[in-house]
């Protein structure tokens, strides 16, 4: 069974920092890019970040570029994602995502965790 489980969301003021993981497994996780995908109340889905299966080219969106960090252990099938200097529209659930390569639709999706700032 294919599973992506996201985890280390929460509630942050302004300006803080929170680290998301996402546990992969049921699929060779390592022959996968893996995304992170968020979505505010109200709003469309919103691409985040993109990793290659080695790790090493990231994409980011304008949006959050300079301010968060994807990265990967595939040792340990878990992708990451590093939020600094968090702003109350980076609010939203934030899921993680795999496909085999850039143009193809995502193959497999987590449930989501939730991201709050807020003062």
């Known amino acids: 069974e294919v599973q992506l489980v996201e985890s280390g969301g929460g509630m942050v003021q302004p300006g803080g920092s929170l680290r998301l993981s996402c546990a992969a497994s049921?699929?060779?996780?390592?022959?996968?890019?893996m995304s992170w995908v968020r979505q505010a109340p109200g709003k469309g889905p919103e691409w985040v970040s993109t990793i290659n299966t080695g790790g090493g080219n990231t994409y980011y969106a304008d949006s959050v570029k300079g301010r968060f960090t994807i990265s990967r252990d595939n040792a340990k099938n878990t992708v990451y994602l590093q939020m600094n200097s968090l702003k109350p529209e980076d609010t939203a659930v934030y899921y993680c995502?795999?496909?085999?390569?850039?143009?193809?639709?995502?193959?497999?999706w987590g449930q989501g965790t939730q991201v709050t700032v807020s003062s």
């Open positions: 995502a795999a496909r085999v390569g850039v143009g193809y639709e995502y193959d497999y």
């Open positions: 049921g699929f060779t996780f390592s022959s996968y890019d």
